[in-house]
């Protein structure tokens, strides 16, 4: 079974943490290996405090305009070559005003170099967890200048154990009003009350969300109101949420009917792509290649593309996944 051809969505995918080691060297004027021990956790990573010094080099890079396009252009290359059709790419913009950039020429910028790559992708713009309070207000009026001209929706990421969920209700209240989209970050670093507080924002989406198992209950609600949670199974285990993939409650959550993606969330900081990721399930929770077409599938209907848009990805994704598929057999 070729995994790296059968064609993908992505949902949770963050710019910084996805920096091409080729495009970061030639950048940089340094060894791929050097740079790939700054870019990457080590075999063994499991350890959230490791995980995130792996965040600083990206930071300083993504300051140009220059740089920010190009390693979109290459992360989207990425994404081609092991058939992602649709991915929605995220960033915090308030991170890369650091050498004078407006937050316009930063969203600028990486939509220039996705533009190079024949693939359909959408921009999640971030708020931060920790941010002042101004900072966040700004990133949604930059997502309300740019919606449906390449950017789709905001998010929530950042330090969830230190800066608690709730205190982010009137941003989330204020971007619901002017009917901007958004997933959150919520149940990865704190537990029940965030994924309870995400909940009763209304998101379409929970980042992560995996620490609903802890919180059988609330299982219901999240069925009810249709709210997918977008998972990263190796970037869990790398930050000690759980130990093993034999241990990773996907499998669980997908049996209980929770609508769910597969996601990479960090290609080159988790060392990870979404093949390997498919492996992973398949291998050690003895998931199905029909299990991971279905997800992949039910991703579709949670992007936050219109729903003609979203029509009409599904039958591309349900025309290859089955030629895929007859392919797959003959060999
Ligand atoms: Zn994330």
Redesign the pocket.
């Known amino acids: 079974m070729n995994l790296s051809t059968l064609p993908k969505i992505e949902l949770?995918l963050?710019l910084d943490g996805s920096i091409n080691p080729m495009t970061a060297s030639k950048i940089l004027n340094c060894s791929v290996n050097d740079i790939v021990k700054e870019l990457t956790v080590s075999d063994n990573c499991r350890d959230l405090n490791e995980y995130l010094t792996k965040f600083s080099l990206p930071e300083q890079i993504l300051q140009t305009k220059e740089n920010l396009s190009l390693i979109a252009e290459n992360l989207a290359l990425d994404l081609k070559k092991e058939n992602v059709i649709y991915a929605e790419i995220r960033f915090a913009p308030m991170k890369h005003l650091k050498e004078g950039l407006t937050k316009e020429e930063v969203v600028d910028s990486i939509l220039e170099g996705l533009k190079k790559v024949d693939i359909q992708t959408n921009l999640i713009l971030c708020m931060m967890r920790g941010a002042p309070y101004e900072e966040n207000l700004e990133v949604i009026t930059l997502a309300k200048k740019y919606l449906h001209r390449g950017v789709c929706a905001i998010d929530l990421?950042g330090a969830e154990a230190l800066y608690k969920t709730e205190d982010y209700r009137s941003l989330f209240a204020l971007a619901k009003k002017e009917n901007i989209p958004f997933t959150i970050?919520a149940g990865e670093a704190d537990g029940k009350e965030s994924i309870k507080s995400a909940i009763s924002f209304d998101p379409k989406r929970i980042?992560?969300g995996v620490r609903i198992i802890e919180a059988p209950e609330l299982i219901p609600i999240i069925k009810k109101k249709n709210i997918l949670l977008e998972i990263?199974p190796t970037?869990n285990i790398q930050t000690s949420i759980f130990k093993t993939y034999q241990d990773h409650p996907i499998k669980k959550l997908y049996d209980e009917f929770i609508p769910l993606s597969i996601n990479t969330?960090?290609r080159t900081v988790s060392n990870t792509t979404l093949t390997e990721e498919y492996h992973h399930l398949i291998t050690n929770l003895n998931m199905s290649i029909q299990d991971i077409i279905n997800i992949n599938k039910t991703t579709i209907l949670h992007t936050f593309l219109n729903s003609n848009e979203q029509d009409k990805l599904l039958k591309k994704y349900t025309e290859l996944s089955d030629k895929w598929l007859k392919e797959q057999n003959k060999d």
């Open positions: 949770h963050h990421a970050h980042g992560h990263c970037s969330d960090n």
